[in-house]
T-cell receptor
Framework: KAGVTQTPRYLIKTRGQQVTLSCSPI?????VSWYQQTPGQGLQFLFE???????NKGNFPGRFSGRQFSNSRSEMNVSTLELGDSALYLC??????????????FGPGTRLTVT | DQQVKQNSPSLSVQEGRISILNCDYT??????FLWYKKYPAEGPTFLIS?????DKNEDGRFTVFLNKSAKHLSLHIVPSQPGDSAVYFC????????????FGKGTMLLVSP
């Protein structure tokens, strides 16, 4: 099976712009979660989608949003970018739907740099 | 408020010896714990997990121990190999019905030949 893919791998944006990141989960996985990794904060949970519905959301401002499509692919959008949004954004897909106990499989991440 | 803590930012071990990575948690609702390994420029890779109904789980060179009363878990790697050098993240999940993981900040393990 192909793993989790994320596009683009690297991105440079200017403060105030918006950005959309894409994630394709492992075939058959219906859960997609997004995490932000920064050197100071480690991995922080952004949100999780299951069957096109947001099931849970982390403690991030409303500038961070996401969605999931019927084929389980997910996108994450950040509007009005700030310098502090520079981070590695990781997408993870989970198993067939058993909630709460899935091992999550991570993509390689998108490295976003905001200048 | 950090619910999952890895108090050692780094650990150095010689090849062949045991590596012990520690993790503490504060949320008593956590009942499933996982360890991930991460190389630079790659996403975390799932290593091993343990449910709160167990106190030990073993997979090859990797063993995870859980002490629920102390809210502490540890990952043992025996014997350590240079290829084990990476950042190790401890993560926890609560029985909330959601696939949400709370991660520690990671411990960088360096295994020297």
């Amino acid at each position: 099976k192909a793993g989790v893919t994320q596009t683009p791998r690297y991105l440079i944006k200017t403060r105030g712009q918006q950005v959309t990141l894409s994630c394709s989960p492992i075939s058959g996985h219906r859960s997609v979660s997004w995490y932000q990794q920064t050197p100071g904060q480690g991995l922080q949970f952004l949100f999780e989608y299951f069957s096109e519905t947001q099931r849970n959301k982390g403690n991030f401002p409303g500038r961070f949003s996401g969605r999931q499509f019927s084929n389980s692919r997910s996108e994450m959008n950040v509007s009005t970018l700030e310098l502090g949004d520079s981070a590695l954004y990781l997408c993870a897909s989970g198993g067939q739907g058993a909630p709460g106990y899935d091992e999550q499989y991570f993509g390689p991440g998108t490295r976003l740099t905001v200048t | 408020d950090q619910q999952v803590k890895q108090n050692s930012p780094s650990l150095s071990v010689q090849e062949g010896r045991i590596s012990i990575l520690n993790c503490d948690y504060t949320n008593s609702m956590f009942d499933y714990f996982l360890w991930y390994k991460k190389y630079p420029a790659e996403g975390p890779t799932f290593l091993i997990s343990i449910s709160s109904i167990k106190d030990k789980n073993e997979d090859g060179r990797f063993t995870v121990f859980l002490n629920k009363s102390a809210k502490h878990l540890s990952l043992h790697i025996v014997p350590s190999q240079p290829g084990d050098s990476a950042v190790y993240f401890c993560a926890a999940s609560a029985n909330s019905g959601y696939s949400t993981l709370t991660f520690g900040k990671g411990t960088m393990l360096l295994v020297s030949p």
